[in-house]
């Protein structure tokens, strides 16, 4: 990506599929210029909340990092009760169909 070299955060089940903090703030170096970030997460479906996002924001705002924020699912979050055909049913008819 424009001649970036990608370093990755391996994320475990033991820690619900989220980064650990240490981890992200360790492989931080003065060479880093974005944070990636993906929640809701493809493919472990993993959803950081807002106050864990704030902590990311923060150390991103620390190390002076541009954050590209891919929420693609953000409108595929299951707020509601997902019948077995992957419906939200009758009541939400701008919520869309996942799958
Ligand atoms: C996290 C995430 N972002 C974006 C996309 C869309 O990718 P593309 O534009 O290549 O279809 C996908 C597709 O699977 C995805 O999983």
Same mark, same amino acid.
């Given at each position: 990506?424009?001649?970036? !070299? ?7 089940? *033991?820690?619900?599929? +989220? ?8 492989? $931080? ?24 996002? +704030? ?7 620390? *190390?002076?990092? !541009?954050? !590209?924020?891919?929420? $693609? ?27």
């Amino acid at each position: 990506m424009a001649g970036g !070299i990608p370093v990755t955060i391996s994320i475990l089940e *033991r820690n619900e599929f +989220k980064p650990f903090i240490d981890d992200v703030t360790s492989l $931080i170096t003065e060479k880093s210029r974005v944070m990636l970030l993906n929640s809701p997460n493809n493919p472990t479906g993993t959803v950081l909340s807002f106050d864990e996002l +704030k902590v990311l924001a923060k150390i991103a705002v620390e *190390r002076d990092l !541009i954050v !590209i924020s891919d929420v $693609i699912y953000e409108a595929c979050v299951a707020t509601v009760p997902v019948s077995a055909s992957g419906s939200y049913g009758e009541g939400y008819p701008n919520f869309p169909r996942c799958l």
